[in-house]
């Protein structure tokens, strides 16, 4: 887990605890946004995903933060590395705090700590749909490359996704 917490002096990205999970529960119980474009996380969320979720059970190999403005929890977001140090980022950001760029500035915060560790490349994918997600990774300075098409079955939606894939590389930090 991120031990460190990172700042841009509006958004600081810290560590999660387990006295976060009652308001992790809230956050995405019943949030249909995160419901319908991340189907992997459980709907109805408890108490109970919500710890697993922080103790990293649910993805061991991440490195996820309470995404944090103004002593609020406004969201999550996490990266993984794979064997080719390419790294990928997945984040949520709970109703009420969407709209505002703090995911955007958590993405940039993300990207510059991944290169510091040594990543070749941070990527992410979103689908083509998810016109909000795609516009965070646009104005955090990413490139979208091009279409994963048909590359995921979502039982919620009852159809398969298309994603948008999108990457930055160290050079291209904003």
Not at 126 to 137: G, I
Request: aromatic content about 8%; some cysteine; glycine content about 8%.
């Amino acid at each position: 887990m991120g031990e460190t917490p990172l700042t841009d002096g509006i958004v600081t990205l810290r560590p999660w605890t387990e006295a976060d999970a009652p308001e992790v529960a809230v956050a995405v119980d019943g949030d249909e946004e995160i419901a319908m474009w991340l189907d992997q996380v459980p709907q109805p969320y408890r108490l109970e995903h919500a710890l697993a979720y922080i103790r990293g059970e649910v993805t061991p190999a991440e490195t996820r933060w309470a995404v944090v403005v103004d002593g609020r929890i406004a969201g999550s977001i996490g990266t993984t590395p794979n064997a080719d140090d390419a790294w990928e980022v997945g984040y949520w950001a709970r109703a009420g705090e969407r709209g505002r760029g703090i995911m955007s500035r958590a993405l940039v915060l993300v990207a510059r700590w991944a290169f510091d560790q040594g990543a070749a490349r941070v990527q992410l994918r979103a689908d083509v749909e998810n016109l909000a997600s795609c516009r965070v990774a646009e104005k955090a300075g990413f490139t979208r490359e091009g279409v994963l098409r048909s590359a995921h079955w979502n039982e919620r939606l009852k159809r398969r996704q298309d994603w948008a894939m999108y990457s930055l590389l160290p050079d291209e930090l904003p």
